[in-house]
């Protein structure tokens, strides 16, 4: 079950009006004892998501549901893993412009 995965959850940073300079964002991490591998994680306001979450949820887009929902944040797992506790911003970044490209394309689909 992927919440037993993931069930050390850890905020790392929350950055206020970080989604069109309006809606927070924020970065989580767990660790899996048995790989000895941190895997970190997007937490997407509730408000933005939920809407949309059908349609986010299936392969076109972002193609994985969200596995957990904390304070009003809906978390996905960002498929960068880690040995090291820090998460490397470039992979971080990578990853973020990933799914905020994809929900801009839903989100105009959805517009029309």
């Known amino acids: 079950m992927i919440e037993d995965k993931f069930n050390n959850l850890e905020l790392i940073k929350e950055y206020k009006n970080f989604l069109s300079e309006k ?39 972002w193609g994985t549901t969200h596995w957990k929902e904390i304070d009003g944040f809906w978390l ?14 470039e992979k971080l970044t990578q990853w973020l412009k ?6 801009n394309m839903c989100f105009r689909f959805c517009s029309k």
């Open 98 to 103: 990933f799914f905020l490209n994809h929900y």
């Open 76 to 89: 996905w797992f960002s498929c960068y893993t880690s040995k090291n506790k820090i998460p490397e911003k």
């Open 23 to 61: 809606w927070d964002f924020r970065v989580y991490r767990s660790f899996e004892n048995s790989n000895g591998i941190y895997y970190f994680h997007f937490g997407f306001p509730e408000k933005i998501v939920k809407p949309l979450c059908p349609i986010l949820e299936c392969s076109p887009y």
